[in-house]
Every structure is written in C-alpha cells, then in structure tokens.
C-alpha cells in the first residue's frame, strides 16, 4: 500500500468533516459530494478503505465511490496537483483504475404501504389492470400497488396531509426506495382525469424525490428521465420526480432526457441551463413525435432500440446547442 495515499488522506483531513480514523486503513467521515444526512450532523457514512495495494473513498448514502486522486482533485486542486507530481517521482505513475463495487441485491422493506394490494395480487378481471396493459407494463407489474381511496391512506402515513377527502378516490402507488431498500416517498397515478394525475409524497423531507436509487449503478452512465414508468425501460436510469433533474455527483455519467415537449418553455430552459453547465442531453428526433420513453414502448418500439436512440441522440456542449435550437418550437 503507498505510504503517500496515507500522506496525503491526512493531509486533507481537516477538509472531512467528523474524520475519524476506525482501524488500520479504514477511515470514516461525512460525504463530500451528497453532504450525506442534512437532518442529523451526526451521519458520517463515507469511507475510506483498501483495496489490495490502494486506498478508495465510497459512500455509503449516495452510492459515490472514486479514487483518492479524484478525491484530491475535486476536494483540493493544488494539493492534486502536489500528489501527482510525488507519484511521479516516487516512479509510480500507473493510472489507478476505480473498482467496480459489487452491487448486492437490496431487501425491500414495504411496512410503509401497508392498506395496498400489489398489482401481481390483483385478481384477473380488476379494472386497474387496464393500466398494466394499456402502457404495456407487464415486466413491471410487481413495482405498482393498487390504493382504493389514495388520500385517506396517505392520511394514515401523514396525518391531515389533505385536510378534505370528499373527492377521494383510487391510484396506482409507485414506492421509491433507497439504496437500502427503504421507502422513502411515493407517487400516486391517477387511473382518469383526477387533478393532479401525479401527486408524489415524500415520508423523509431531507430526500430528494428520486426513483431507482435501489438499482442504480454509479459505476456505469446513468440516464435521468422526468418520470419513474420511463426510467424502467431504461438500463441503470432514475427519475427525479417533480424536481429539478441536475445531480452533481453524477455530471460525467448523466444523460439527462426529458420529455420530447419542443413547445415547453419550462423545459427548453432546464435544458439550455444543462448545456451551459457541460451537461449530455439527450434531444429527441424531430421525427419522432410521442411525449416520453413509455410512448414509444407502447408504439411497439423495443427498449433496446430505444437505448440506441438515445445514444444516437446524445450531445454536450456546442453540439446540444445546436440541436437544441433545431429541436425546440418556441
């Protein structure tokens, strides 16, 4: 193990916040990219830890995992550039690669939503199950819940979270998990013409209302769509429900893809705010007409093709400039 990673941990220590050190080569402190807990100071679930011959930051909140030169680089520029510059003269001047972490299956804990029916529960026949099929959604049936009366079981998990349920009435629950496989918030679809059609329900106010943190994968490009039945024809995708779709711990593997809604101006400006920032942007053909990801899995347009689509379509830089002029109509 190089003696000057462990220089160097301690040199920006003062910079980890509740650094401690925790056995021979194990280091724990407060996340540097997520901030880990806003709610209690106290959290501290990032690491440092070894690995063979080298030394790794992980975070077990956000899922971030790098190398202590990236760690230096994004934490102390000047003090990156004292390190390489040892490195190279102590000879060691291999690149460090970062090590695919292994991603273990999460254990789902559904206490939360108890009161609903799974939609692989449902008895043939239910009228909600038109949903299932009108979206084509069968592979993901087991992600949806079945609510009869939506605002009076979230009144059980919130109480007076609507002071009138007059109008009550039934919706498809979509849970969002963490990465523990905790539900942390909720989205309720409606089936007809109920206002809103999305009402999302955060149980934690600290989190971001983020879908598929439990499958995601920040080893490889993550693609970040608005809505959570998108991002479940897409491999390693999240959706950031209602919310803004920028997550700087993620600025060199995001592919941001947003509703194909040329007119939009709220969109065109979330987009143009992206590009300015060195974002990849996906920009929908202008053949290619449908509103999202769910609409052309209901065209009969395959999920692998659609993930050549998106990498056909994908810009940064001047290049999305350009084609986000070409695309948008306002």
């Known amino acids: ?70 760690l ?15 490195k190279y003269k102590s000879g060691n001047t291999a690149s460090v690669k970062q090590p695919d972490f292994e991603f273990k299956p999460v254990k789902f804990d559904d206490k939360k939503l108890k009161g609903l029916i799974k939609f692989t529960d449902l008895p043939e026949g239910h009228p909600a199950l038109g949903f299932i099929t009108k ?5 993901h049936k087991d992600k949806f819940y079945f609510c009869h009366k939506f605002m009076t079981w979230v009144n059980t998990l919130i109480p007076n979270k609507f002071p009138t349920i007059k109008n009550d009435h039934p919706r498809v629950v979509i849970p969002f998990y963490d990465i523990k496989g905790n539900v942390f918030a909720f989205q309720g679809r409606a089936f007809g013409i109920e206002e809103p059609k999305y009402i999302t329900i955060k149980l934690e106010e600290n ?44 600025k060199n ?50 999920a692998p093709e659609i993930e050549k689509i998106i990498s056909s379509n994908t810009f940064s830089k001047l290049s999305a400039q350009q084609q986000l002029n070409n695309w948008k109509e306002v």
Not at 3 to 17: E, G, M, N, R, V
Not at 72 to 86: C, F, G, R
């Open 207 to 250: 989190k971001r209302r983020i879908y598929g943190l439990d499958r995601m994968n920040m080893n490889e490009q993550v693609k970040i769509v608005e809505g959570p039945i998108d991002s479940m024809f897409l491999k390693n995708a999240i959706a950031v429900a209602g919310s803004d779709l920028e997550m700087k711990q993620l």
């Open 135 to 139: 979206r084509k959604l069968d592979e």
């Open 1 to 70: 193990m190089s003696a000057l990673d462990i220089q160097y941990i301690h040199t920006i220590s003062h910079k980890l916040d509740r650094f401690k050190k925790k056995s021979q080569n194990l280091y724990n402190f407060r996340c540097v990219y997520c901030g880990d807990s806003q709610k209690k100071q106290t959290k501290a679930r990032a690491y440092i830890y070894r690995v063979k011959n080298d030394m790794f930051y992980k975070c077990h909140n956000c899922g971030k995992g790098t190398t202590i030169a990236k």
């Open 253 to 302: 593997k995001a592919v941001y893809i947003f509703d194909n809604e040329p007119r939009s101006i709220e969109i065109i400006k979330k987009m143009q705010k992206l590009i300015e920032k060195n974002y990849q942007v996906f920009i929908w053909p202008k053949n290619i007409k449908v509103k999202d990801i769910n609409d052309l899995i209901c065209e009969n347009i395959s």
């Open 72 to 86: 230096l680089e994004y934490l102390d520029p000047t003090t990156y550039k004292q390190y390489i510059v040892e």
